[in-house]
């Protein structure tokens, strides 16, 4: 109970930076060792004409990790097997892609490259 207690304080802090004219999505929070840990995702979105729909994704980043963070902090991302990860990053992007890019990649992933993966049983 105490880790549980323990992992519901990890807050992700974040912040919109400009690269090459492109909004980028910066994060940093605190592991469960005191570790500083940092991420960054581009939205691909112009930084021009293009602040809310940066701000929305930002809030959206922010959340989904806080939220992977809390609900599992011990396992290392090099213990996840590569299927999993090809499934998290896939609702990772959806927002930002069209809807039949989105639909494409997942039917790919899901009826060809998970289930390949998975049954080699490929960490990442």
Do not use: C
């Not at 400009?18 to 060792?33: A, F, M, P, Y």
């Not at 293009?50 to 806080?66: H, I």
């Not at 939220?67 to 090809?86: C, G, Q, S």
């Not at 992007?93 to 049983?121: D, H, M």
């Amino acid at each position: 109970m105490a880790e549980h207690l323990q992992a519901s304080k990890i807050r992700v802090a974040g912040h919109l930076e400009e690269v090459r004219g492109i909004s980028h999505i910066k994060l940093n929070w605190t592991d469960e060792n005191g570790k500083r840990k940092r991420k960054s995702v581009t939205t691909g979105l112009a930084v021009k004409r293009n602040k809310k729909r940066a701000e929305d994704m930002l809030r959206e980043v922010k959340q989904e990790l806080e939220d992977t963070l809390v609900n599992n902090p011990k396992t290392p991302i090099r213990d996840m097997l590569f299927a999993d990860f090809m499934v998290e990053w896939l609702e990772v992007v959806k927002p930002r892609l069209k809807l039949t890019t989105y639909g494409g990649y997942q039917l790919n992933v899901n009826s060809a490259i998970a289930p390949y993966f998975r049954e080699k049983g490929i960490m990442l």
